[in-house]
């Protein structure tokens, strides 16, 4: 009964620090406005898409200019409509950043909070591993990945994506948990005898959340650069899956003239690129700062 | 001091010993072998059997593994079947090697003077209007893959505003040296310049909040109290205090360049390591594969041993342990 009604004071103070924090910084709120606004326009944008979008071909009606053929922003080199690719690519991405976010994350809260409160022989054999994996060249061991499995789905780009990344996330919530283990309610709850793993999930896991938010923001914009890159060389996505990378290829296609005279091109998907992994990290911040008690204490 | 360093290289045999396991793994996980592409499709069977047994390729994979090992340490990796056909994997790499060390150096000799500007400027006006800049400017350019950059840059020097070359290395053997370093070095500019430009995301965070944590500290305000300058506080504590743990990252920052390289060379036009890789897996060239990760796997070992040694070296706390 008790500890229902913090969790409804906490997330009523959340949501109420969340505003707080928006009034006082006018960029945030400019861009998770835009974030949102970008949100509906996929949600709604959906139902709009045909289910083949991806493996058209209208040879007749491709690369068609901005404002023909009823086209607002004219077509693909496919013949499809530019908004709609754009918004099953936006889809994709967004799918993919969660995705990869969602199992790093997972992995490591359980591993790094394990990691921090066990300490000893398994902190050490887990810090070689994640120091060696982290100097590691992550994105040409992953282009090589991406490049022998001859195009990815989207569910097989996730699962390699999230299985190979969680090291550097792994890393700092072992720092965070270190930071609490040696606190006087962790040694209070092992005396009353309170199993670890009641400390580790209710007692140390509150206290290094908002880090983590923050965190599983960076991580979600981290992997859709990660896949619009990788797609964009050509090592991503299989043939026919729309996304962001596949779309901005036409920027390797194509001379600097036709680039620079063609924006409608190039320009659509990098903004929408731009407002979601900037958006994403800001919002990350912004709600760090929202859930830090220490700070929206003071 | 030796000793810290002595044991510090000892513990990268084990770490060369791992790379070279990944490695290996990796090139396993590649489809065909050697001969693909060499062999000619009516070839009978049993021909192929030979030829892959005279490869050794019919063995259990540890055998594999350290004949592999064996022919590496020789400095035989093989031949390219692709990228430069019938050229040996050692020759391609050096013809590439110059222009990617160059535009390294330059790109983070530039990182590093670009982040440490922007996070004095940063530290120094604290929650001022050119402060909040700085803050924006270097979490887009940390959010969004910088390819994307890249080309921005590429349409704006090259074709608006044609002051840089459009692609090349500008290294010509039938030069003098002199002549090839300095025309490699207008060519390097652009794309080791952009590199810098965008990514001194990390650096500057890390050095920002660093100054700003000196800069509450009670030595700054018993200076201040005594008449000091804020100047000289600056230059004389806090940057030192400051920049030490920056020092560290220096031998980090080689573990990424070949990642990075990947997309400026590939884009920029430019030849160096990087697009090798990039070229190499679009055509299916292991041997230039597996080669490459070679080199990036010892260059990373060698930063970590560089950062280890240089903190072992600027910070005496360090060794102690």
Not at chain 1, 137 to 145: G, Q, S, T
Not at chain 1, 187 to 211: C, E, M, Q, V
Not at chain 1, 260 to 281: F, N, S
Not at chain 2, 227 to 236: A, L, N, P, W
């Amino acid at each position: 009964m008790e500890t229902k009604m913090k969790k409804q004071r906490f997330g009523a103070r959340f949501i109420k620090n969340f505003w707080r924090e928006l009034e006082k910084d006018n960029l945030a709120l400019v861009t998770v406005v835009l974030l949102i606004a970008l949100f509906l326009f996929i949600v709604i944008g959906q139902f709009f898409v045909p289910s083949n979008i991806g493996t058209m071909s209208d040879i007749l009606n491709a690369n068609l200019p901005p404002m023909s053929g009823g086209h607002i922003l004219g077509t693909t080199d496919s013949g499809a409509d530019f908004i709609l690719t754009l918004i099953a690519s936006a889809k994709n991405s967004i799918i993919i950043g969660f995705g990869v976010a969602i199992i790093i994350t997972v992995i490591s809260v359980v591993a790094g909070m394990i990691i921090g409160y066990f300490g000893g022989w398994i902190d050490w054999l887990s810090m070689r591993i994640i120091d060696f994996w982290l100097i590691m060249p992550l994105i040409m061991i992953l282009a090589i990945i991406f490049s022998t499995a001859k195009g990815l789905s989207i569910w097989n780009l996730i699962l390699i994506l999230g299985l190979t990344s969680w090291p550097a996330s792994v890393r700092l919530v072992r720092t965070l948990t270190l930071s609490e283990v040696n606190r006087d309610y962790v040694d209070a709850a092992k005396i009353s005898g309170t199993p670890w793993y009641k400390i580790l999930f209710t007692g140390i896991f509150p206290n290094i959340s908002p880090t983590i938010i923050s965190d599983f923001a960076l991580t979600l914009a981290t992997s859709i650069g990660i896949e619009t890159s990788l797609t964009f060389l050509g090592f991503g996505l299989k043939q026919g899956t729309n996304s962001i990378g596949m779309m901005l290829t036409v920027l390797s296609q194509n001379s600097a003239s036709t680039i620079y005279t063609q924006w409608w091109l190039w320009l659509p998907e990098t903004i929408v690129l731009i407002i979601l992994t900037v958006g994403v990290v800001i919002l990350g911040q912004v709600a760090r700062r929202a859930s830090d008690q220490r700070q929206s204490v003071s | 001091m030796w000793r810290t360093i002595l044991r510090r290289v000892l513990i990268m045999i084990p770490q060369l010993f791992l790379v070279s396991i990944l490695i290996f793994m990796l090139a396993q996980l590649m489809p065909g072998d050697p001969f693909y592409g060499n062999l000619n499709p009516n070839s009978d069977p049993a021909t192929i059997a030979r030829m892959r047994h005279a490869a050794g390729l019919d063995q259990p994979l540890y055998q594999q593994y350290i004949h592999w090992i064996d022919r590496v340490f020789h400095g035989d990796l093989g031949t390219s079947y692709a990228v430069n056909k019938g050229w040996t994997v050692t020759r391609i790499i050096a013809s590439r090697l110059w222009p990617t060390i160059s535009m390294g150096i330059i790109a983070a000799i530039l990182t590093y003077v670009f982040a440490i500007s922007e996070a004095l400027l940063s530290a120094r006006h604290e929650n001022k209007t050119i402060d909040r800049i700085l803050m924006v400017w270097n979490t887009i350019t940390s959010a969004v893959p910088s390819f994307v950059f890249y080309f921005l840059m590429m349409i704006l020097f090259v074709y608006l505003i044609p002051i840089f070359p459009a692609s090349g290395t500008g290294i010509d053997d039938s030069q003098s040296f002199t002549t090839s370093f300095f025309s490699n070095l207008r060519y390097a500019f652009l794309p080791a310049f952009t590199i810098a430009l965008f990514s001194t995301n990390s650096i500057f965070q890390y050095l920002r909040s660093n100054l700003l944590d000196q800069q509450a500290q009670d030595y700054v305000r018993t200076a201040r109290a005594k008449g000091v300058t804020i100047k000289d506080v600056f230059r004389k504590h806090i940057l030192r205090n400051a920049f030490l743990p920056i020092a560290s990252g220096i031998g980090y920052s080689i573990t990424g360049v070949l990642g990075g390289a990947m997309f400026a060379e590939t884009i920029f036009g430019y030849p160096g390591i990087g697009a090798l890789f990039v070229q190499a897996l679009t055509s299916r060239d292991y041997t230039v594969i597996t080669a490459v990760m070679l080199l990036q796997g010892f260059l990373a070992l060698l930063g970590g041993l560089l950062s280890d040694v240089i903190s072992a070296w600027v910070d005496p706390r360090i060794r102690v342990k």
